[in-house]
């Protein structure tokens, strides 16, 4: 292979990369952390990573963001996920 048709190989892959779009996703469970984030895919403490206390009890002792819409970035090739707000 030449340089110039390795050099065009190299930028189409660089074109194809995908970027890291937020992902939605619902809390289903908690203290055993489930978060849906399609039909197929639900997430665990082991793909999660947070910047904030999502496990936070009210007075009652309920979970105040069980159900919640929350906003992940997705990091490690879509492997792991960053926990970045709650939607009310």
């Known amino acids: 292979m030449d340089g110039i048709t390795e050099l065009a190989k190299l930028l189409k892959e660089r074109e194809n990369e995908t970027g890291y779009t937020p992902i939605f996703g619902t809390i289903i469970e908690l203290p055993n952390t ?3 984030i399609s ?4 997430l665990n403490d082991s793909y999660i990573k947070s910047l904030f206390d999502f496990k936070q009890q009210n007075s009652d002792h309920e979970y105040i963001y069980l159900g919640c819409e929350v906003v992940l970035l997705p990091y490690q090739n879509h492997q792991k996920f960053i926990l970045v707000g709650v939607i009310r």
């Open 39 to 42: 039909d197929k895919i639900i």
């Open 34 to 36: 489930k978060i849906r």
